[in-house]
């Protein structure tokens, strides 16, 4: 200790310190953003399904800090295309907006620390009513974690990529990766895009497929480890329980970021 130290500083540096860790810890909020808007959709089962991925998940493995987790369908806010008149980068308070839709957007995503983003692809791409959401604000997304989930026949990996460029363009510090659930066939696909239930069940984390790689083809018996094992393993894994993993690895790095 050198010796201009003034020891009641120190005592009252540690008293902060030790206040500060016994002070309870407000609880983030974590929204899971379900991005299609058509009528009929798979994306509310779908969002909701991510949703009740999650908060299994949660229960599980307890973070240092609390958080909750809670849906935010975009037909509950409904916005029409863009009209401010203003760039909502120079925005510094929610009064300030021009319209009153777009104030209660913007306190509602204010309200939120991350968000989990559970976005269809259409046309290779994302729809337009996430990123018309994502663009009437953005100081309420700076900052905030973020991660995206995408779903289609083919997985819509060509959606996530880009909205994940798009979360960066607002400041978001997005997860490296993101998660598709891919359609299992064309009779699940019709299904989907007819708002038909999808029977979606949060897999449990023990039939994640371990151990379950069997055969009864000859040639792939003769072949050792090929394709036919992994078609096998799908068939006997419940939809979506490699991706479900997948989801919670991925929703850890994000509690981890805002967790900081
Ligand atoms: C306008 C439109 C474009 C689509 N484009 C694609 C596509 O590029 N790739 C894909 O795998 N599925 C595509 N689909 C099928 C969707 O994956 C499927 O309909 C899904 O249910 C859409 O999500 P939603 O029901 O939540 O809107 C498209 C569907 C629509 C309505």
Redesign the pocket.
């Known amino acids: 200790m050198s010796a201009n130290v003034n020891p009641p500083a120190i005592e009252n540096e540690l008293t902060r310190a030790m206040d500060a860790a016994l002070r309870p810890q407000t609880t983030h909020k974590i929204g899971v953003i ?5 009528k ?7 969002g909701t399904f991510v949703l009740e991925t999650l908060q299994h998940f949660q229960k599980t493995h307890p973070s240092p800090r609390p958080y909750e987790l809670s849906l935010i369908d975009l037909n509950d806010h409904p916005l029409p295309l863009f009209n401010e008149p203003d760039v909502p980068s120079r925005i510094k308070s929610a009064s300030d907006y021009k319209y009153s839709h777009t104030r209660a957007w913007s306190e509602l995503v204010s309200s939120y620390n991350a968000f989990v983003f559970v ?7 994302y ?1 337009a009513s996430i990123k018309n959401a994502i663009d009437y604000l953005f100081n309420e997304w700076r900052g905030k974690p973020a991660m995206v989930v995408s ?6 990996g ?2 996530a990529l880009q909205l994940l460029q798009v979360l960066e363009g607002v400041n978001m510090k997005v997860t490296k990766d993101f998660v598709a659930l ?2 299992p066939d064309r009779a699940f ?1 019709y ?5 038909e239930n999808l029977n979606l069940n949060v897999v449990p984390e023990e039939a994640d497929g371990q151990g379950v790689i069997e055969t009864e083809d000859p040639q792939a018996i003769l072949d050792g480890v090929d394709a036919t094992d992994e078609a096998a393993r799908k068939a006997k894994e419940p939809l979506w329980a490699k991706e479900s993993r997948e989801l919670c690895s991925q929703f850890w790095e994000l509690v981890s970021v805002l967790n900081g």
């Open positions: 379900v991005c299609s808007q058509r009929p959709r798979a994306g509310l089962q779908i976005t269809p692809q259409y046309n290779w791409g729809p779903y289609g026949g083919h997985g819509g060509k959606a891919q359609f696909l299904k989907a895009a007819h708002g």
